[in-house]
C-alpha cells in the first residue's frame, strides 16, 4: 500500500509541474500577444502615437536569450528538455529591452520620427 501512495504522489508532483510550466507559457504567450497588438496599433497610427501596455512575465523566462528587435517580440522560456521561444512578429520595425526579472510591467510602446517602435518598461 505504502509504495502504491509514493509512487502516486511523485505522479501526481510531476503533473503539478507540467501545469506550472503549461501556464507560464501561457502568459508569455498573452504578454508577447498584447505587445505586438500595441506595436501594430502604433505603426498603423504612426508618429506621435503611444500607448501603455500592462504585462505580466512570468518565471522561468531566459532573460539574456529575450529580446524585442528586427519586428520581432521574443521571450525564450525555460523548459524540462532546453528552452522554447515564445514571439510574434509585428508589421512595423520594432527595438527595446526585456526587463530582468518576473512581475506585472507596464509598457510604452511609441512611434518614434524614424518610423520604428520603442517599446519600454
Not at 504612426?46 to 528586427?70: Q, R
Amino acid at each position: 500500500m505504502m509504495i502504491v501512495l509514493c509512487i502516486l504522489l511523485v505522479a501526481a508532483y510531476l503533473k503539478m509541474g507540467q501545469s506550472e510550466k503549461h501556464l507560464d507559457i501561457d502568459a508569455a504567450e498573452r504578454a508577447v500577444n498584447e505587445l505586438k497588438r500595441a506595436a501594430d496599433f502604433v505603426y498603423i497610427h504612426g508618429h506621435p502615437t503611444k500607448l501603455a501596455v500592462s504585462v505580466y512575465l512570468p518565471p522561468d523566462i531566459e532573460f539574456g536569450e529575450s529580446f524585442i528587435e528586427n519586428n520581432t517580440i521574443n521571450l525564450a522560456m525555460e523548459v524540462t528538455q532546453g528552452h522554447t521561444d515564445v514571439w510574434r512578429r509585428a508589421r512595423g520595425d520594432v527595438f527595446g529591452t526585456v526587463p530582468s526579472s518576473e512581475g506585472y510591467y507596464v509598457f510604452t510602446v511609441e512611434s518614434t520620427e524614424d518610423g520604428e517602435i520603442e517599446i519600454s518598461s
